[in-house]
């Protein structure tokens, strides 16, 4: 391993070791708790942008292979760990970590007290960071680092979504016979807009019995209205992404048409964020984001607690109940995590349903669109 140089925005300058691409590499550092699916998470297209600081302090003892990924690539600028285990085991590897983060040009650093760097985030919040390990020089870094683009100035979305439109088919995949599980009778036609889908958001979907066709961020609003209003589609599914929602003027101008036209519609994450905007209500910066597989949720119409797994580091604002019900509460903060449009065939949801990793309580949700287009 070969010496890594860190600088991050408060002023903090760090040697540690590396592993990955060997590269120069500025983004955003937040942290995730989750204790497993670490290829899950990186291969997830909402963490464009950022580097990874993993709580768990192991890494890499179980590889990497093509089933375990979540999109087609892997879209982070790097992951921090403790300590990385180059040799893994397990009967499911292709390759290791090391391997899979170097045909994605993302940086590996360990041998670095993550939790000293999780405490500066959860006090001071997610921040900018320089990692390199060309350059070593702390004010060259500096200098590289005040001179680069901001993640909120970035539109991530343009490089992880789908360039050409396509059909998904596949179910949930089970982890116990190693084979995918076999889908409900299709109910119902759906597009999905993608803005850095998860594939197994799309499982899900496919999995309560939806016919799914996946189309790019610049989809064509008019278009969808008219096959809507022919029959052609029963609704609209908006999918989970990178960056800074309020940068999207073009999606937000998109969608407003969508609902001015009462497509049904269902929302994850950035899906859930775009829709409070084109409704009026813009999204706010979380300190340090909710990054992690074990977050306390309730349900308020049940009043019982879904343990999920969360992504994101924005949310709506509470003015936003005006014009909606809220279906979901984050129990760490009181955040916002679900709502339903008064008067519109429209929900939406901040946390992962389809939870990759993570728990499965709020599978459910995905039926739940289902009985809205039905209606």
Known sequence: MTPVWIYLENGLFLEAKSFGAKRTAVGEIVFNTSLCGYQEIVSDPS???????????????????????ESRGAFAKGVIVRQYHKRYSNFRAEES??????????????????????????????????????????????AQLQSAERIEQINYIEQVSTKEPYLHTSGTYDPVTFTYNKPAPS????????????????????????????????????????????????????????????????????IRALIEAKVPMFGI?????????????????????????????KNESSGSVEITAQNHNYNVPSSIKE?????????????????????????????????????????????KFVELIKR
């Open 47 to 69: 963490y464009a942008g950022q580097f990874i600081t993993f709580t768990m302090p192991e890494i890499g003892i179980v590889g990497a292979n093509a089933q375990d990924m």
């Open 97 to 142: 970590l090391d391997e899979l983060l170097k045909k994605f040009d993302i940086m590996g650093i360990c041998d670095i007290d993550t939790r000293a760097l999780t405490k500066i985030l959860r006090d001071e919040g997610s921040m900018m960071m320089i990692a390199s390990t060309i350059v070593s020089d702390k004010e060259e870094l500096k």
């Open 187 to 254: 109910q119902a036609k759906i597009v999905v807009i993608d803005f850095g889908i998860k594939r197994n958001i799309l499982n899900e979907l496919v999995q309560s019995g939806l016919s799914v066709k996946v189309v790019p961020n610049s989809f064509d609003e008019e278009q969808l209205i008219g096959q809507y209003r022919d029959g052609e589609i029963d609704g609209v599914f908006l999918s989970n992404g990178p960056g800074d929602p309020l940068i999207l003027k073009d999606e937000q101008v998109k």
């Open 269 to 297: 994450c950035l899906g859930h964020q775009l829709l409070s905007i084109a409704h009026g209500y813009e999204t706010y910066k979380l300190p340090f984001g909710h990054h992690g597989g074990n977050h306390p949720v």
């Open 323 to 367: 014009i909606a019900s809220i279906t979901h509460t984050n129990l760490f903060d009181d955040t916002i995590e679900g709502l339903s449009y008064n008067n519109s065939p429209i929900f939406s949801v901040q946390h992962h349903p389809e939870s990759s990793p993570g728990p499965k309580e709020s599978a459910y949700i995905f039926n």
